[in-house]
């Protein structure tokens, strides 16, 4: 717990029991790309030391606050602080309902929907744990959910977590699982002037790209849920020079896998799928089970309109799901606008959100 502590920080803090549209906008106007949420966790640490009904404890660039009254069930709150790097939208643009702006689906339309029900419940019916963490969009292991679960495992823990990642205002469950790996094809370099002596490693990489126009991927359902699953090849690299027959060729793939496999299975699948090569696993992340058929879920799901759909792509719920925690994704915005230069919220659907929240936690 070193990274911890309990001082006041020198952000000034916001108003939290202003509308979260407004709030969403301010959040936005603080620059907080990956690595550099000082300022931004500064601010919400105040905010939330300002209320005076949270326990308060930093972590790095993280902030964490909870209730203790006592309820029968816990839910966490948890939303990343950072953002991928501003692209000229950064401070924030109104125009009319619609805010643009870098972070705005993704997702400081969430923290300011979570921040504003934290100043607003003041008798919540469940005790709360809000989370708002660092270095989402970096690399897997500098994000600040890893950091919190090794180092403060007991603020980790509730009966239902719901992460505001973009879902466009539905309830989108669990995720998918990715594993990343390559494929090395070997030849033997010649002149170009006379290929017959050597061997082109990159035509040999032509049976590897034959199994992925041919696989068939399968669909699942789970809790209602159905996932897609999807093998890729995402670069391919080779060639020495344009007289030159290349030694070497690389195929990098990646495969979106269905919470039905563990990271495990997934790699088993794939070196089936690609007998006879050498598969190099590069990264990975586990799935997400959907969860919902825990109390704290199932109540939630009917409070947001009783619809429920698959998480296409891979978030933090899975990190909740492997501590045990039914987790959902649920959070203002169109996903596909996220890291977009034309990034935008609707301010009405964050407080329509808000209000959907308030419901199931008042």
Known sequence: MENAHEQTPG?????????????????????????????????????LRALGRFEVLRSGNAVLARTNLGRATRVMLAGHLDTVPIADNVPSRLDGDTLHGCGTTDMKSGDAMFLHLAATLEDPSRDLTLVFYDCEEVEHDRNGLGRIERELPEWLVADLAILGEPTNAKVEAGCQGVLTFQIELAGRRSHAARSWLGVNAIHAAAPVLARLNEYE?????????????????VSITGGVASNVIPDTCTVKINFRFAPDRSVEEATLAMKDLFEGFDVTVLDSAAAALPGLSSPAATEFIAAAG???????????????????????NYGCGDSSLAHTREEWVSLDQIRQMTEVLRAFLA
Not at 310 to 326: N, Q
């Open 11 to 47: 952000g000034l803090a916001l108003d939290l029991t202003q509308d979260p549209g407004t709030l969403t906008r301010l959040l936005v106007d603080i620059p907080s790309v990956s690595g550099d949420e000082a300022l931004i966790a500064d601010t919400v640490e105040a905010s």
């Open 217 to 233: 991927s399968r669909t699942v359902e789970i809790d209602g849920c159905r996932y897609r699953e999807g093998v890729n090849a």
């Open 306 to 328: 009783g619809q429920v759909a698959a998480k296409y792509g891979w978030t933090d719920v899975s990190r909740f799901a492997a501590l045990g925690i039914p987790a959902v």
